[in-house]
């Protein structure tokens, strides 16, 4: 591992994720605003995550061909980009260009910076350090939700929008000047250099049957997590008549937990095997969605989502790290790829499908879906991949 190439690449996911926690709340308490229905809000999320599911797989194949580094910092041109778009944003079409230029972006900075961290760590630290990557990222968002949070205390929300978004196009911008100069490249070139070879290698090695099931897990975990993304925070709005800020103070505590929480489950995950840790954090997420329609006040949908956040935190850094276990070392970034694009097709599908739901059946219909497709997604990383505990 070249010197200084991991506080490197981590001070620049820190930098390039200012943005996520208030666009996370703020995105679709402003498209309502502005009048968008709950479908083209879940169209804004597709837009995004279906741009990742056709890019991703193409960042991935690249990786073991043409090297991390670039890949890795083009993220920050595209997010810089994205977030000056976001800035001056007045209509659905303006929205739906940012979340296409943030998906760009997003694909190469997520599967580029998790390949180097399997590049950089062994089987038995790779929980850890996939937990860290998190957790940087987390705490860079943090720190843009409070600077945006603070201008909303200050101006109004479509201000406040302005602003927030100027600054985190100029954060973007800061992680691409960094990233330029101070990430190394970690890939090694094989001695085959031949394309095709390549291709046939990679198509064969990242189906197997494990990395298959592997790749079901997180499709359904992502399609049942993206079937309440782009209504919850506008369902607990009406039925608590809370506003953006109390929103997301409801929600610090929960942010907290997975600003800290990731790094140390992940070290479980190394300690005790990939799979309980997998389920169980799944587990408690899907328990907490199918009690969140049903709390009378927003303090205890705060505490629950508490374990929500304890249950993601779980299951992330152990699910990309059993990825990385499973992935043969010449096609690491092929492999990041092809999991990648199975949480896209899920997340693509999750928000439309959602905003269907939730606007011609029920919202509380679309809490119970989600939270029952997790408890079957428990089940089955407990079965499928409890062989490869410690």
Not at 147 to 161: D, I, K, Q, S
Not at 163 to 170: D, E, H, M
Not at 362 to 383: D, E, I, K, M, R
């Amino acid at each position: 591992m070249p010197q200084g190439s991991k506080p490197a690449y981590g001070t620049a996911v820190f930098l390039g994720s200012t943005a996520f926690v208030f666009l996370n709340f703020g995105l679709p308490i402003r498209a309502d605003d502005l009048g968008m229905s709950a479908v083209a809000i879940g169209g804004m999320y597709t837009v995004f995550t279906g741009t990742m599911l056709l890019v991703r797989p193409l960042v991935g194949y690249y990786l073991d061909r043409v090297g991390r580094r670039w890949f890795f910092t083009s993220a920050f041109f595209f997010y810089s980009i994205a977030m000056g778009v976001f800035a001056g944003s007045s209509d659905e079409m303006d929205f739906y260009l940012a979340r296409f230029l943030q998906g760009i972006g997003a694909s190469l900075m997520w599967v580029s910076a998790r390949t180097i961290v399997a590049d950089t760590n062994d089987q038995s630290s790779r929980g850890v350090a996939m937990g860290r990557l998190t957790t940087t990222s987390v705490r860079g968002s943090m720190m843009g939700a409070f600077y945006g949070f603070t201008l909303l205390g200050f101006m109004p929300l479509p201000l406040a929008w302005v602003w927030a978004f100027c600054g985190y196009a100029l954060m973007a911008g800061a992680a691409l000047i960094w990233s330029l100069l101070r990430v190394e490249e970690t890939w090694v070139r094989q001695e085959s250099s031949n394309t095709n070879e390549g291709l046939l290698v990679g198509v064969s090695g990242f189906m197997s049957p494990d990395l298959r099931r592997v790749f079901v897990v997180v499709l359904l975990s992502a399609f049942a997590s993206a079937l309440i993304e782009p209504i919850y925070l506008l369902y607990l709005k009406n039925k608590f008549a809370v506003g953006m800020q109390g929103l997301a103070l409801a929600f610090l505590p929960a942010g907290i937990v997975f600003a800290v929480l990731p790094r140390y489950s992940g070290q479980w995950s190394d300690r005790w095997g990939r799979a309980p840790v997998i389920a169980i954090g799944v587990l408690f997420a899907g328990l907490v969605s199918l009690a969140l329609p049903f709390w009378p006040n927003l303090a205890l949908v705060s505490v629950s989502y508490i374990l929500f956040s304890v249950g993601w935190a779980m299951a992330s850094p152990a699910e990309d790290a059993l990825v990385a276990d499973l992935a043969p070392a010449h096609l690491r970034g092929t492999v990041m790829g092809s999991k990648e694009a199975a949480a896209g097709i899920g997340a693509a599908l999750g928000p439309l499908a959602g905003g269907y739901i939730y606007e011609y059946i029920s919202p509380t219909t679309t809490f119970v879906l989600n939270g029952s497709l997790l408890l079957l997604t428990s089940l089955l990383a407990w079965f499928w991949f409890r062989r490869f505990n410690r």
